[in-house]
């Protein structure tokens, strides 16, 4: 009982830094995500920036893709919205029956307009 106990305290600590570093890499490729969707403007000529829905979303999804990820990507009020999710296997909790996990963030980003300056 007592190194069933020792494993499971050390798979906390172990699995637990893998879920923490899943969880911060699904919420980066999120935020590049969504920026990268948010970079599809219509155009700027008109002194209003517009996102180009279509574009952003499709941005959006190719930098997902690249890396070897999928998402959720919602194009609405001129912002992206970039969800992302990944399951994580675990090492040493899987001796304790926690077999996997899923992790996930979401992201959001809109195009800025720039100032005049003299």
Same mark, same amino acid.
């Given at each position: /009982?007592?190194?069933?106990?020792?494993?499971?305290?050390?798979?906390?600590?172990?699995? +637990?830094?893998?879920?923490?570093?899943?969880?911060?890499?699904? &919420?980066d490729?999120?935020?590049?995500?969504?920026?990268? +969707? &948010? *970079? /599809?403007?219509?155009?700027?000529?008109?002194?209003?920036?517009?996102?180009? #829905?279509?574009?952003?979303?499709?941005?959006?999804?190719?930098?997902?893709?690249?890396?070897?990820?999928?998402?959720?990507?919602?194009?609405?009020g +001129?912002?992206?919205?970039?969800?992302?999710?990944?399951?994580? +296997? /675990?090492?040493?909790?899987?001796?304790?029956?926690?077999?996997?996990? *899923?992790v996930?963030?979401?992201?959001?980003?809109? #195009?800025v *307009?720039?100032?005049?300056? #003299?």
């Amino acid at each position: /009982m007592l190194v069933v106990a020792l494993v499971a305290c050390a798979g906390l600590v172990f699995d +637990g830094a893998r879920l923490v570093a899943a969880h911060d890499e699904v &919420a980066d490729e999120a935020e590049g995500a969504a920026r990268a +969707g &948010a *970079q /599809m403007i219509t155009s700027i000529r008109s002194g209003r920036v517009a996102l180009d #829905p279509a574009a952003a979303e499709a941005a959006a999804h190719r930098f997902l893709v690249a890396d070897g990820y999928s998402g959720d990507v919602v194009v609405a009020g +001129g912002h992206v919205v970039v969800t992302v999710h990944a399951r994580v +296997g /675990m090492t040493l909790l899987a001796v304790v029956g926690v077999g996997s996990k *899923q992790v996930g963030a979401t992201r959001s980003a809109a #195009p800025v *307009q720039g100032e005049d300056r #003299p």
